[in-house]
Each structure stands twice: as C-alpha cells, then as structure tokens.
Nanobody, 121 residues
C-alpha cells in the first residue's frame, strides 16, 4: 500500500514560522491531490490546503496569505510552509494523499500519522 511519513512541526511563538513535510512511499502508480488538514482539541478535522499534480491549490480562508503548500512530484512529497503563525493555528496537522497503486485502480485516500504544531502567544 501507501505509507506517509510526516516531519517538521513543533513549538513556535506567535508570528513565527514552521514547515511540515510529508513523503509518500510504497506501491504508488500515481498521486493526484496532496494536502494538509488539521485538528485542534475538541474540534473536527478541517482542510488547510491542497495541491493537485498540476499545481492547482486551494487554501482555507483562515490561512490564505500566510501558508504556502507545494509539492515535489519526483519525490512524492508535499510541503506546507507556515508563516505569521497564530495561537489558533495550534493543532495536529495531517497529511492527506490521493493515490492509485496500479494502472486502472481507483484512487484511494491515505492519511499520515499527524504532527503537532503549537503556537504560543
């Protein structure tokens, strides 16, 4: 199948920057959309940003202008650069990938294990 390994995250003061990355490996034929979601304590998991294989992006309104999603298709890796961080950005960030494991197979969604981002005020 497909494995996702996330890295980055951590603790930063408000106004600071952090980056997270997610590398996909395993039985991969193709990857379409890659993205990041986050879940704060007591809240539902929600979209942060997504990027297609062609580079089209979607951002949550709350992060527009502060976060940048990018990907390296050769490395099957997606990145999230987070600038001007706010305490309300504190959450567990999850990588999300839509991938096919062989030609003609349906695209399935895979999730990373999550990485903690904490922004102190």
């Amino acid at each position: 199948q497909v494995q996702l390994v996330e890295s980055g995250g951590g603790l930063v003061q408000a106004g600071g920057s952090l980056s997270v990355s997610c590398a996909a490996s395993g039985s991969i034929f193709s990857i379409n959309t890659m993205g990041w979601y986050r879940q704060a304590p007591g809240k539902q998991r929600g979209l942060v940003a997504t990027i297609t294989s062609g580079g089209s992006t979607i951002y949550a309104e709350s992060v527009k202008g502060r976060f940048t999603i990018s990907r390296d298709n050769a490395k099957n890796t997606v990145y999230l650069q987070m600038n001007s961080l706010k305490p309300e950005d504190t959450a567990v960030y999850y990588c999300n990938v839509g991938a096919k494991t062989y030609p003609g197979s349906p695209s399935k969604t895979y999730w990373g294990q999550g990485t903690q981002v904490t922004v102190s005020s």
